[in-house]
């Protein structure tokens, strides 16, 4: 059992132009007090071959953290698209929300975005170079795939039953679990 759960993410400010700042609206509740801080990463895939092209955004230290339900705003710098493949910034691409715990990583929330042209004839005949504020972003926050990990909140006490078995693989989320609450129906994996 997690001693941290995320109960709501809400992607603020979506559609958006490519080069304004990612905001999420993160809700989570703490189930048993937690000594050290919880570390927040926003991760921009820059490209699905090479994961060198993958761009921290942003990451931030919450706590320490007591019981109870928290609720905040984590902003972040758009990718910088000098550091993507000109071919990659036009397409599909994925956005990872993450939290961990004294260096372990529980829980991972995944995002197909799509980035394409706001203006249609841009889209149907695109330049030879992209140009970058005529840029899009469309988060697609109705599908998020969750996957969480088990780890030992308490490796001071790691004899006792807190320590995940080693044989335990990460879960996987198909996303019926109601991240966020507001969509009901039944999601589909990225």
């Known amino acids: 059992m997690s001693a941290v759960n995320i109960t709501n993410v809400t992607v603020l400010d979506n559609p958006a132009p490519f080069l304004t700042p990612f905001q999420f609206e993160i809700s989570y509740e703490c189930l048993t007090p937690l000594k050290d801080d919880l570390e927040w990463k926003l991760i921009y895939v820059g490209s699905a071959e090479d994961e060198t092209y993958d761009q921290l955004?942003?990451?931030?230290?919450?706590?320490?953290?007591?019981?109870?339900?928290y609720r905040f705003v984590l902003q972040a710098d758009p990718p910088d698209p000098s550091k993507i493949h000109e071919e990659d910034i036009i397409g599909v691409t994925i956005l990872l929300l993450t939290c961990s715990y004294l260096g372990q990583e529980f829980v991972r929330v995944g995002y197909y975005v799509n980035n394409d042209y706001e203006d249609e004839q841009l889209r149907e005949e695109p330049p030879s170079k992209v140009i970058i504020d005529k840029v899009q972003r469309n988060i697609l926050s109705d599908k998020p795939r969750v996957t969480k990990f088990p780890i030992n909140f308490y490796p001071e006490n790691a004899d006792s039953a807190d320590a995940p078995p080693a044989h335990d693989q990460p879960v996987e989320n198909d996303g019926s679990e109601e991240l966020p609450p507001e969509q009901p129906s039944e999601k589909e994996e990225p």
């Open 57 to 69: 955004l942003e990451s931030v230290l919450v706590g320490p953290v007591n019981v109870g339900n």
